[in-house]
């Protein structure tokens, strides 16, 4: 049985059990590298815009050829059949290329030059397409091979289709023109947008004027002692990001259960306090708000994990699967990190929650989401005379503060204080930030009604 060889350097048998030779295209191949041959403008949109890849292309010598276009491409050089030739005999790859006159013949099969960008996506879309046979092989051997237990297979077979759904990001290795080439187009389209900042808001205005919003891969943690509402924050949060923002959100709660949480939401929602909705006590003017609420959370995007034994493969998989059907995932929310189940528990509560945070920054940059881990505090601080919380206080932290880009930490002196001059206060302190400036705010705060304002609007 012949092979080929994928993306990764690996090779993948290229006959399947009925004997069909893998997707592919030779005519768009030889189209578009005719085309490029014909006019190199052509190369900025296949490299930044459409991705495209040697890799992408089946026959061995289209690779060689489109391989020499890149270097010339990225050199600033023009790319014809004369600079092709000669960057391929300068690296020895000419006679594997199929010679010059190959390379000459490539221009005579152009269908046009209008349609290149087309030829450039049936390339993938095959490419695509034998990746996903690839991987298919692969997972039916690790079964057959019985290479590790059950749940984690499943958990490599997710990580393998998941890898195929967003190939087009998952650029491990890319040149820094290609990459600054990107950041440019999102620069470009930040600038056409108005929006005031490249975040997900989060509804707080001062919080995001510190923060720039929840940052795309970044891991922020929102900590406190038990009691001060770090919960509710946090579910404030993922409701404006899914009802203010569209975006889709993913909240796990591994303290409180799907009631709790949903009771807490309708209580911001409906102004009824949750008091009155854990008891029942709600009268005939509360259903239409109740059932106005139920009606706008149809329309959004916005997710409950209910799992109390989540452990980060588990919330890696459903984030995955919800990324998916998405879309893509704008937010996801843990609460909280310390109750998280290590896949593989050390011993060492100290490293098993290292490793709880280290799996929820590698989460942030897989699904290029921001995630936010709330987390206990020690002691410590009801042990100082000024409890305004530091990073030290960071129960078990481990790398906690590590991992994080941000580290966000709450503080309500009416609670330890039953005389304090600012009742009804919370403050929002920033104690690592490496996208923007450090600050502590202060917003008031519904305790009964689980809302977070400005301290102006009160």
């Given at each position: 049985?012949?092979?080929?060889?994928?993306?990764?350097?690996?090779?993948?048998?290229?006959?399947?059990?009925?004997?069909?030779?893998?997707?592919?295209?030779?005519?768009?191949?030889?189209?578009?590298?005719?085309?490029?041959?014909?006019?190199?403008?052509?190369?900025?949109?296949?490299?930044?815009?459409?991705?495209?890849?040697?890799?992408?292309?089946?026959?061995?010598?289209?690779?060689?050829?489109?391989?020499?276009?890149?270097?010339?491409?990225?050199?600033?050089?023009?790319?014809?059949?004369?600079?092709?030739?000669?960057?391929?005999?300068?690296?020895?790859?000419?006679?594997?290329?199929?010679?010059?006159?190959?390379?000459?013949?490539?221009?005579?099969?152009?269908?046009?030059?209008?349609?290149?960008?087309?030829?450039?996506?049936?390339?993938?879309?095959?490419?695509?397409?034998?990746?996903?046979?690839?991987?298919?092989?692969?997972?039916?051997?690790?079964?057959?091979?019985?290479?590790?237990?059950?749940?984690?297979?499943?958990?490599?077979?997710?990580?393998?289709?998941?890898?195929?759904?967003?190939?087009?990001?998952?650029?491990?290795?890319?040149?820094?023109?290609?990459?600054?080439?990107?950041?440019?187009?999102?620069?470009?389209?930040?600038?056409?947008?108005?929006?005031?900042?490249?975040?997900?808001?989060?509804?707080?205005?001062?919080l995001d004027e510190l923060t720039g919003g929840w940052q795309p891969g970044n891991l922020t943690v929102l900590a406190s002692r038990p009691g001060m509402g770090k919960s509710s924050v946090a579910l404030s949060f993922a409701s404006h990001a899914a009802f203010k923002e569209g975006a889709a959100v993913l909240f796990c709660s591994l303290e409180m259960s799907t009631?709790?949480?949903?009771?807490?939401?309708?209580?911001?929602?409906?102004?009824?306090?949750?008091?009155?909705?854990?008891?029942?006590?709600?009268?005939?003017?509360?259903?239409?708000?109740?059932?106005?609420?139920?009606?706008?959370?149809?329309?959004?995007?916005?997710?409950?994990?209910?799992?109390?034994?989540?452990?980060?493969?588990?919330?890696?998989?459903?984030?995955?699967?919800?990324?998916?059907?998405?879309?893509?995932?704008?937010?996801?929310?843990?609460?909280?990190?310390?109750?998280?189940?290590?896949?593989?528990?050390?011993?060492?509560?100290?490293?098993?929650?290292?490793?709880?945070?280290?799996?929820?920054?590698?989460?942030?940059?897989?699904?290029?989401?921001?995630?936010?881990?709330?987390?206990?505090?020690?002691?410590?601080?009801?042990?100082?005379?000024?409890?305004?919380?530091?990073?030290?206080?960071?129960?078990?932290?481990?790398?906690?503060?590590?991992?994080?880009?941000?580290?966000?930490?709450?503080?309500?002196?009416?609670?330890?204080?039953?005389?304090?001059?600012?009742?009804?206060?919370?403050?929002?302190?920033?104690?690592?930030?490496?996208?923007?400036?450090?600050?502590?705010?202060?917003?008031?705060?519904q305790p009964e009604r689980m809302r977070i304002l400005p301290l102006t609007s009160t």
């Open positions: 049985m012949s092979t080929y060889t994928n993306g990764k350097g690996s090779a993948a048998p290229a006959m399947i059990a009925t004997g069909v030779v893998p997707p592919h295209s030779l005519e768009a191949e030889q189209s578009v590298l005719g085309g490029i041959l014909l006019s190199d403008r052509a190369m900025y949109g296949l490299v930044i815009e459409e991705g495209l890849r040697p890799e992408d292309f089946y026959r061995e010598r289209h690779r060689t050829i489109y391989e020499s276009m890149l270097a010339l491409y990225r050199e600033g050089e023009p790319i014809d059949v004369l600079t092709v030739s000669d960057q391929l005999r300068r690296t020895g790859a000419l006679e594997a290329a199929g010679g010059r006159a190959v390379i000459d013949e490539l221009t005579g099969g152009v269908p046009g030059l209008g349609g290149i960008r087309r030829y450039a996506q049936i390339v993938r879309e095959h490419a695509l397409m034998r990746r996903l046979l690839t991987a298919t092989y692969e997972i039916q051997a690790s079964v057959l091979n019985h290479d590790a237990e059950p749940s984690e297979l499943v958990d490599r077979a997710e990580q393998r289709i998941f890898e195929l759904r967003k190939i087009d990001r998952a650029k491990r290795d890319m040149p820094l023109a290609e990459a600054i080439g990107e950041e440019l187009r999102r620069i470009e389209e930040a600038s056409r947008s108005d929006r005031e900042y490249l975040g997900l808001t989060s509804g707080l205005a001062a009631s709790e949480t949903v009771q807490r939401h309708l209580s911001t929602e409906t102004h009824i306090s949750t008091d009155r909705l854990r008891r029942g006590k709600v009268t005939e003017g509360d259903w239409p708000k109740l059932l106005a609420a139920g009606a706008r959370a149809e329309r959004s995007r916005f997710r409950l994990l209910d799992d109390p034994a989540v452990t980060p493969s588990r919330l890696r998989a459903q984030a995955r699967a919800i990324s998916v059907r998405e879309g893509g995932l704008g937010l996801v929310i843990v609460d909280y990190l310390q109750l998280m189940r290590p896949d593989n528990p050390s011993g060492n509560r100290v490293e098993d929650v290292s490793s709880l945070s280290r799996s929820l920054k590698l989460l942030a940059m897989e699904l290029r989401c921001p995630v936010i881990a709330l987390s206990q505090l020690s002691r410590a601080v009801e042990q100082r005379t000024d409890r305004r919380p530091l990073l030290s206080d960071l129960r078990e932290s481990g790398s906690i503060e590590a991992d994080a880009d941000a580290v966000l930490m709450l503080y309500r002196d009416d609670y330890y204080d039953d005389d304090s001059p600012r009742p009804g206060e919370i403050d929002f302190l920033l104690r690592k930030n490496r996208h923007g400036a450090l600050g502590d705010l202060h917003f008031a705060w």
